[in-house]
Each structure stands twice: as structure tokens, then as C-alpha cells.
């Protein structure tokens, strides 16, 4: 965004959307309405889900010929809003964006754009013959920390970058709840955790490393602990009759019944009901007879809960990139860039950058406006700065506004695509020489 908020609020006219998709994201970035009203309107919603779709309908007023079981519903109509925000599970990501970009809507399309590298070309082709913009849900882009991370590389705090060393920490309860359990957990159904989770962290990787392309990249990972072979003796098939569910950091009894009772009704125990309001009776039902109260050790999950890629770019700077269930904390990144002037690290909270020359270090922080708007603080703040960003470039038709767009997401997605080829494959990967890339 080249200009601050008041700048762009003043200037805007009221822009018309339509979410596909009323679940915790279509949910999330409809939120942007309630803060800015005169800015932006849901105007619309398709969701199969009804209890997601009359909430949405309900929150923002929709009209009932504006409230749809399906996005296919919609594009057989007329145009009737400016753009859409496409919040539907990763495997119906294409579809609905190549039919919304040819009625002409401009796109909001949540990570990733879509599960094969053909895929996210088709999405890429159809914005651009039909001149709609495209902003891909990479919110860490837009939280301003990690903005002011490119920022300082820019101005040449730390010299030429060498190294780039990024770690996800996914979080031992997260994992367990959208990998194990939850809708991330088997690829055929979604997607390779590599592209599910961690496409934000390879597309920050490649924007750091600025100008250079990815020449080489390599990958390991594997499942680990969440199989079969790792249940407890006596350990049952649902935690609300496991014997040794007392022992067990993953028991669904202790992510989703305590927190309830502890008040707490917010993600991931909001996703847990998906027809019905949270509290102890729906969960303990949903524990009873729905995939959160499986076994961690009794799913159907194949994907990686631990993965490395390593990339070469252009000139030899290297990056090491880790991506990890078995943490504490939930993924609060952790960053270390080497340069040959400095050393900056990055630790979700703060920015330290020591000087080789004066052997002093600096620290930077960033200050979110975004906090203190309810419901929109996800992502550390940056939901609400990737949504005002959206809604500023359709508003104003400046596409410069969006710093996910289509070209460079394009690439990261490709590089995350050959990176998991590497894994697979048990090899090195040379960008772009690979057929069926
Ligand atoms: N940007 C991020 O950091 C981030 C974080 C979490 C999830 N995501 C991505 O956002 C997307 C949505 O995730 P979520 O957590 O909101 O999932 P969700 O399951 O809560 O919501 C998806 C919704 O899409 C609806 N849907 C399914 N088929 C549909 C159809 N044909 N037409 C209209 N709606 C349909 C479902 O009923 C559901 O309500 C996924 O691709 C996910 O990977 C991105």
C-alpha cells in the first residue's frame, strides 16, 4: 500500500462483495464490512452449510435472492457486485476463480490459489485476459513487521543477503487440529501440508530473497508420531473413552471441552459444530461422533507433520526453510537473515538487526491498527491489512495496492510445487526445467 488508511478511506467509494464460502475465513474477512461500512458491503453469499450461510445472511443483511447453496449459482447470473472473496476449501479454489475472473469480478482468493501448479497458471491466465485484479490470501505480506523486514533488506541494513533461515512453528494442539483431525490432514482431500501451511513461508522466502529466482531446491519430511504405530497401550478410538486420555497433550477433551469451559468459543473450537453454535453440549457431541474426537493416532492423516527445504538462488544465497508440528508455540515464525554488513532476526514480536561495523544491535517493532478492531486481529493484524489493501485497490482500480498478486504468488506457488516434488521424488530439483511444472 503505498498510502496510509485515512488516505485510502477518504478517497474510496463503496465497494460490493461477494463471499463464496461463509466458514472461518469467508467469516473473518467479512468483518472488514462492520469496521468499515462505508467502505465495503457483503452484498452476497453462497455456502452449502445453511447454519454459515443465514449467519452470514444475517450479520450483513443480505437479501434472500443473494443467499446461494453453491458459487455456481452465482456466476449464472449477471455481474452484480465489484469482487469476491473466495474462502472455499483448497480443492474448490479454481473453479470458482476462473468463472469469477471471466464474469469480470475482481478476486480475493484465499492460500493456497489452488493444488497444482496447473492450476494456479489457469487462475493466473483467466485475471489477466479478463484485466481483474487478483490478491492471494498470503496475509503475512501485510503484517507490518514482516513488511519492515523487506523494508530493512531494501535499504541495505544487513548488506547483500547470504542466508535466510525461516521456521514455522505450526503448533502441537494446531496440528493435531487441522492435521491430524481437521480438514488439512490427507492430501487427496485438501492438499500437501507444504502448500496447505507453509506457501506463506516459502512465498516470504522468495520475496526476501528479492530479484533472484530459485535455482535448486531439495526437501525431507515425513509423518511423524500421528501414526498407528505411536498409540498408547490401552488408549481408545475417541478421547471421550480413552482410558490414558490424561496423559496425552493431544486429547480432544483438552483442546475443545476445557477450553469451553474456560469461556473460550473461538477457533479451533467455533469449527468443531459446523451447524450449530458452540458450547458444552454441541462439543462433547461433536467429540462423540465427529473427526475431532478421533485418536490423533487413529486418523486417516498423511501429511507431513515435519518438513526442510532447502533453496539455492541466483548468485548462491542459500535459505534453509523448517516447518514443524511438535511446538509450543503457535506459529510464531522465526526468521534469521545473514547479510555480509549484519545479522537480522525476527522472532514475531520485535526485529533485531546487529551491525558487524559497530557491533551494536537495533530493535524495531511495528505498530498494527488493525488490533484493536474486533474480530480482525487474526494473523497478528494482518487479515485486516490484507483486506484494506483488497478493498483500497478495487475502490481506487490500483492494482499496485495488492502485494500479493498474481505474477509473484504465481512463482512462490511454483517453488513450493517443485519443493514437494524434491521431497517425493527423493532428489534434487532444478527450478523450471521440470516437466509437468
Ligand atoms: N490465509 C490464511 O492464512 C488461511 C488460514 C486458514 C485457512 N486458509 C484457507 O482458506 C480456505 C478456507 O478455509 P476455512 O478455514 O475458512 O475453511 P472452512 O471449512 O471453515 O470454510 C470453507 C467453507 O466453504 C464452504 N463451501 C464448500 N463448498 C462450497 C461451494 N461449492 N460453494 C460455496 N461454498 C462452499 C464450506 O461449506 C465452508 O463453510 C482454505 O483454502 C484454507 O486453506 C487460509
Known amino acids: 500500500m503505498g498510502q496510509n488508511s485515512s488516505q485510502v478511506s477518504s478517497m474510496s467509494s463503496l ?29 452476497a453469499v453462497a455456502d452449502p452449510r445453511k447454519f454459515a450461510r443465514t449467519k452470514m445472511q444475517q450479520q450483513h443483511k443480505i437479501e434472500d435472492k443473494n443467499v446461494f447453496e453453491d458459487w455456481k449459482n452465482i456466476v449464472e447470473r449477471e455481474k452484480f457486485a465489484d469482487a469476491v472473496l473466495i474462502c472455499t476449501p483448497d480443492r474448490i479454489h479454481k473453479d470458482p476463480a476462473v468463472a469469477f475472473a471471466k464474469k469480470g469480478y475482481h478476486i480475493l482468493l484465499e492460500k493456497p490459489m489452488a493444488t497444482t501448479a496447473e492450476d494456479c497458471r489457469a487462475i493466473v491466465e483467466a485475471c489477466t485476459q479478463a484485466g481483474v485484479m487478483l490478491s492471494v490470501g498470503h ?8 513488511h519492515k523486514i523487506k523494508e530493512l533488506i531494501d535499504a541495505g541494513v544487513v548488506g547483500d543477503v547470504i542466508h535466510i533461515q525461516h521456521l514455522e512453528p505450526v503448533g502441537f494442539y494446531h ?12 492430501e487427496a482431500e485438501s492438499s500437501f501440508a507444504l502448500l496447505a501451511k507453509s506457501c ?43 482410558s490414558v486420555e490424561g496423559t496425552c497433550p493431544y486429547s480432544a477433551c483438552k483442546i475443545y471441552v476445557d477450553r469451553v469451559k474456560r469461556g473460550h468459543t473461538g477457533w479451533p473450537v467455533s469449527v468443531i459444530c459446523p451447524n450449530s453454535l458452540p458450547d458444552i453440549e454441541s462439543v462433547t457431541e ?59 532476526s525476527y522472532d514475531s514480536k520485535e526485529i533485531c538487526v546487529f551491525d558487524f561495523l559497530t557491533q551494536r544491535t537495533t530493535k524495531h517493532t511495528a505498530s498494527s491498527e488493525a488490533l484493536k478492531h474486533y474480530g480482525m486481529a487474526g494473523h497478528g493484524g494482518a487479515d485486516y491489512h490484507l483486506m484494506n489493501a483488497f478493498i483500497s485497490a478495487v475502490a481506487n482500480n490500483d492494482p499496485s495496492m495488492i502485494r500479493s498478486g498474481p505474477e509473484e504468488t504465481l512463482i512462490s506457488h511454483l517453488l513450493v510445487f517443485e519443493a514437494e516434488r524434491s521431497r517425493v521424488e527423493g532428489r534434487v530439483v532444478y527450478c523450471g526445467d521440470s516437466a509437468g511444472q
Open 200 to 242: 506463506h513461508d516459502i512465498d516470504l522466502i522468495h520475496h526476501w530473497a528479492g530479484a533472484r529466482r530459485c535455482v535448486k531446491v531439495t526437501s525431507f519430511g515425513s509423518v511423524s508420531h500421528f501414526r498407528k504405530e505411536s498409540k498408547p497401550t490401552g488408549a481408545g478410538d475417541r478421547c471421550v473413552d480413552c
Open 139 to 146: 496475509v503475512l505480506r501485510y503484517d507490518p513487521l514482516i
Open 175 to 186: 496440528f493435531a487440529h487441522s492435521f491430524v483431525r481437521g480438514n488439512w490432514r490427507n
Open 286 to 344: 461433536a467429540l462423540r461422533s465427529g473427526p475431532y474426537g478421533r485418536c490423533v493416532y487413529e486418523c486417516d492423516n498423511d501429511v507431513c507433520s515435519n518438513q526442510v527445504v532447502n533453496m539455492e538462488f541466483e548468485g548462491g544465497l542459500t535459505a534453509a526453510f523448517s516447518m514443524v508440528a511438535f511446538t509450543e508455540d503457535v506459529c510464531q515464525r522465526k526468521t534469521t537473515i545473514y547479510g555480509s554488513k549484519g545479522e537480522m
Open 15 to 43: 465497494v460490493h462483495v461477494i463471499v463464496v464460502g461463509a466458514g472461518c475465513r469467508g467469516e473473518n474477512y467479512g468483518q472488514f464490512a462492520f469496521i468499515h461500512p462505508q467502505r465495503m458491503k457483503v452484498v
